[in-house]
C-alpha cells in the first residue's frame, strides 16, 4: 500500500510539474539527434550514467529511490517501482538490488518526464549495474518492430534509428527467470536488454546482437495479443504483437472476449449492460463477453470502454480478481 501511494504522490507531482530534458542526458541506444527531429520523435528513455550517493529504502528494504550525482549529468533522484528492472552487464543475468550500495556507478534508463524540482526527479525503467567501459554495456530498447530477412532477426528500435541483427548465434534470455526464450518470443511494444556491436555508421544504423534479454512487460505498457499470450501460458510469436488495432495495443473488449475464451466461454445473458452509457460500443462478437465481465466484476457496468485501448496492468488485474474466485 505505502508503495502505492508513493507512486501515486509521484504521479501527482509529475502531472503539476514537469520538464522533458534534451541536454541532461543521452538518449537511449546512443543515437543522437538534432532539435527538430527530438520535437517529432522522441526517445523511449534517457539514458543517465553516476555514481550512487544513497539508496533510500521502504521499512521493508526495498529500494524506493537512488539519490545520484554526475560530473556529466549532475544530481538526479531515481524513484523506484516494481517494474524497475535490474540487470548486472556482466553476467547478463538480473541483479540483485539488495547489492547497490552508495558508491557503485550505474547506468539508470529512465523516463523523460522529471519534475522540476532540485535535484528533479524521474522514474526508472532499467538500472544496470557491473558497467564495463566499453561499447559492450548493457543497453535498454523499446521493440519497435520484429522481422526476419535472409534467417536473421531485425529487431526495430530508436524510433527507426537502429537494428539490432539477430542470428543464430546469438544468445536469449528471459529477465530473473531460467525460462527458454528465443526471437520468436519478441513482442513489439515490448522492451529488451541487449548487449551488442559496434554502430555501423549508416542510416538507419546495424548492430549485431550478442545477448538479448527479454524483460517482462511493464504494468504501464499498452497490452499487446503476445503479452498476453505469454500471461496465458501460451505460445505467443512476433506478428501476433502487430495484429491488434491501435497500434498493436488491444481494446478492453478484446482483452475481455479473450479471457472469457479462457474460461469456457460461460454463457451469460447481456442485460447487465442495460446501464452502461456506451453499450452500443460494443462489437455483436463481444457482448456475451463483456457482459460476462460485468457479471465478474472485472468492469464497470456504467462505462465499459469497449473501444479504449487497455495496459498490461489492467489486464494482471483482471487475472488476479478471476483467481480469486
Known sequence: MKKKLLAMALCGMLAVSFAVPVSAAAVSGGTEQTATEQEQALPDSVLYYGEVKEAVKDEDGNIIQLRMDSEQ??????????????????????????????????????????????PPQSPAFAVVGNVPMDVGCAQYYEVEGVSQQNGKTWIQTSNGGLYIVANEKTEFSYYGSDK??????????????????????????????????????????????????????????????ASSENG?????????????????????????????????????????????????????????GPKDPVTVGEAKEMLRLLEEK
Open 73 to 118: 549529468y549532475g544530481e538526479y533522484v531515481f524513484n523506484i517501482a516494481e517494474d524497475t528492472v535490474w540487470v548486472d552487464s556482466g553476467s547478463k543475468k538480473a541483479l540483485d538490488p539488495a547489492d547497490v550500495k552508495a558508491g557503485d556507478r550505474l547506468y539508470v534508463f529512465h523516463s523523460l518526464v522529471e519534475t522540476r524540482s532540485i
Open 248 to 304: 498493436g495495443a488491444m481494446t478492453r473488449e478484446q482483452l475481455v472476449t479473450a479471457l472469457w475464451k479462457s474460461q469456457g466461454s460461460p454463457r451469460v445473458t447481456d442485460d447487465v449492460l442495460d446501464k452502461a452509457e456506451d453499450a452500443d460500443e460494443i462489437s455483436s462478437g463481444a457482448r456475451r463477453a463483456m457482459a460476462w465481465a460485468c457479471r465478474e466484476g472485472l468492469v464497470s457496468d456504467i462505462y465499459l
Open 180 to 241: 527458454e526464450v528465443s526471437a520468436d518470443d519478441l513482442q513489439a511494444g515490448g522492451h529488451i536488454v541487449a548487449w551488442t556491436g559496434v554502430n555501423a555508421t549508416s542510416y538507419p544504423a546495424q548492430t549485431n546482437g550478442f545477448h538479448i534479454m527479454i524483460l517482462p512487460s511493464a504494468s504501464w505498457e499498452p497490452l499487446t495479443q503476445g503479452a498476453l499470450n505469454q500471461m496465458l501460458g501460451k505460445k505467443s510469436n512476433a506478428a501476433s504483437a
